[in-house]
């Protein structure tokens, strides 16, 4: 999954990692100093008994926290003592447990685990970054940097369920970076979330109007979700709008090319079908059969001639008899059991109408999808002839044309294609023909490419066969 990386993080990491130079050394030393001066009231008995003490040193580890970031453990401390603070102040009546409650819901807190937070981060410990950011984000919840630091962690510890919590609330929270969109989607799109990742890179688009990669991620969701025709509407928008981006034209003809495949895989599972109702074959079985029921009933009626003729040898023609009648017999058997698996196959095919019209809607479909896949490929070379990609595209698709019509031949029986095979091989000749010179294009312009060299020798055997 690809990683939200924004320049801005890397800019704000830059500031928390700067290194110390003696004067913040000593600026630091003060302020832990200050710290411990605290820490010792927080041990007078007398006053630990009042918020103020530990208020003051809520505030000086704040104040060391956002001055020197590198003193890791200061934001939480911060926390703590303000947390102690408003329990000795509730203890004590609670006068002034509001501004105590502002401490620990102030900017300058967050600030602090921000700040902290990177520090970690700069460290490679990204779960510890990943806490204090989410923290700065609790504490302050409109608060987008937070948000975004947050989710940035969690998706490098892998926790895509905590990115999302934090990348949503970003939104959600007015930020527009199309950055975050994109990785949201991506979550949504890799735990098959297809309707969230289409919602989110459509937010994304209308704060990003003028963002390419959003637009494009939205047409791959649409694709990998199995909605086709919307991935083609959004595409031809894209096309309408920018008519010169030939990226988006070619990726548009291998919709159109892909939609025109599994059309074709469709009628091709409807042929399957159709099939197992074909009688023709049966029937000719059926016919030989019946003619073998005559040429049994000619050889009983002779044998019976001869027993007339032949009285001396009545008893062996007679066993003969028997024999030819048994035959006869199975044989009727067999006629019965075939007429009524014939029967049985024009019974299912009455009820099989509606296969066949759906089969001719997908061929109409078919047909289109293929007529605007060519019509896109072809726009495509009129302003770049060498584009490889759709000279492959092009060569492969009227191969593939060329394969489906030879399918028609090899499903004739000897009889059909004395009458109609040579016109339908032709037609199929034609149709390799027609992906010779795409090929042959597609391999002058990467000659070094051995799926074009092995393609295009392929076409040309099949031409020599062709006669042409």
Known sequence: MKRLVLSAFGAFMAVGAVAQDAV???????????????????ENAKKSTKSATWLDLGSSYLTLAQSCPSDSSSAVKAEEAFKKALEVENAAGGKKAKDIEAKLKSPELASAYLMQGAGYYNSKNYKKAAEFFSKSSEISPKDTTAALYAGIAEQLLENNAGALKHLNNFIANGGKDASVFYSVA????????????????????????TNSDLPNELINVYLQSNNIDKAISDLEGLVKKDPNNLTNMTNLGLIYDSKANDLGSKINKIDDQLRKFDTDKDEKKLMAEQDKLAAYDSEIA???????????NAASLKKRIAEVTADKLSIEKGVEELAGAIQAKKNEAAGATGLKAEKEQLAVQQKDAKSKAANYYQKVLEKDPNN?????????????EGVEIKKVVDYMDIATYRREGKAVEEKACAQFAISKPYFERASKVKPDDDVVKESLNNVIKILEQCGK
């Open 388 to 400: 490889f990609d759709v000279l492959y595209n092009l060569a492969v698709m009227n191969y593939n």
């Open 302 to 312: 002779n044998l019976n001639a001869r027993i007339k003729k032949e009285p001396k």
């Open 186 to 209: 991506q979550i949504y799109k890799a735990d098959k979330k297809f309707d969230e990742a289409v919602q989110v890179l459509q937010k994304g688009m209308e704060v990003n109007p």
């Open 24 to 42: 913040q050394e000593m600026t630091c030393k003060t302020l832990r100093d200050d710290v411990a001066k605290h820490i010792k009231n927080t």
